[in-house]
């Protein structure tokens, strides 16, 4: 079945840890894409990824960072600068243009 | 830049009311327009989509049409269910694909039986 897994579904950090959610695609998509939803709130952009070895920041990439080594994957790390990154973490992908594809989000709790 | 602008929710109906949930947009060009569905504690899903003026997309009851001289997207159902309870958000690609999705901030629909 093609589509986006996102891991874990629930992640805790501790105060000045460093953690890294995972967003794997076999849909062949060039973009992918990085979002934080807070309660009751929209998506807000953290950074996106057209093409391999290349990504942009969106409205909102401070405190966090990415990489894109490989098409399928596009690794999300939430730093210790991240002052507040309790929230839902949606991943996406698409072809440019047109719809994009959602993972079923990873829940980051800071304890 | 583009936006879109969703009405505000929450939006409460009986079981087998009729629904409209607003969605009008700014952007230059013909973009595409989607409705995404989100359930408790998951992703997004696309809902239905329209490509150019006067298209209407429609799944599972759901209807919209891309009004180009009006700039809107207004989700529609005849008649809901309990089942259709989730936030709504509405989204616009641009024409020539170079940027993300721009999303409104969502409408949440509660179906009460």
């Known amino acids: 079945d093609g589509g986006i897994t996102q891991s874990p579904k629930y992640l805790f950090r501790k105060e000045g840890q460093n953690v890294t959610l995972s967003c794997e695609q076999n849909?062949?998509?060039?973009?992918m894409y990085w979002y934080r939803q807070d309660p009751g709130q929209g998506l807000r952009l953290i950074y996106y990824?057209?093409?391999?070895?290349?990504?942009q920041k969106g409205d909102i990439a401070e405190g966090y960072s990415v990489s894109r080594e490989k098409k399928e994957s596009f690794p999300l790390t939430v730093t210790s600068a991240q002052k507040n990154p309790t929230a839902f973490y949606l991943c996406?992908?698409?072809?440019?243009?047109?719809?994009?594809?959602f993972g079923q989000g990873t829940r980051l709790t800071v304890v | 830049g583009n936006s879109v602008t969703q009405m505000e929710g929450p939006v409460t109906l009986s079981e087998e009311a009729f629904l409209t949930i607003n969605c009008t947009y700014t952007?230059?060009?013909?973009?595409?327009l989607f409705w995404y569905v989100q359930y408790p504690g998951e992703g997004l899903q696309l809902l239905l989509k329209?490509?150019?003026?006067?298209d209407k997309g429609s799944n599972k009851g759901f209807e919209a049409t891309y009004r180009k001289e009006t700039t809107s997207f207004h989700l529609e159902k005849g008649s809901v269910q309990v089942s259709d309870s989730a936030v709504y958000f509405c989204?616009?690609?641009?024409?020539?694909?170079?940027?993300?999705?721009?999303f409104g901030k969502g409408t949440r629909l509660s179906v009460i039986a």
């Open positions: 996406a992908s698409s072809i440019r243009n047109t719809e994009a594809f």
């Open positions: 849909l062949n998509h060039d973009a």
């Open positions: 990824s057209q093409i391999v070895n290349d990504f």
């Open positions: 952007a230059t060009g013909y973009p595409s």
């Open positions: 329209a490509t150019k003026a006067d």
């Open positions: 989204a616009l690609s641009d024409a020539l694909g170079n940027t993300p999705l721009v």
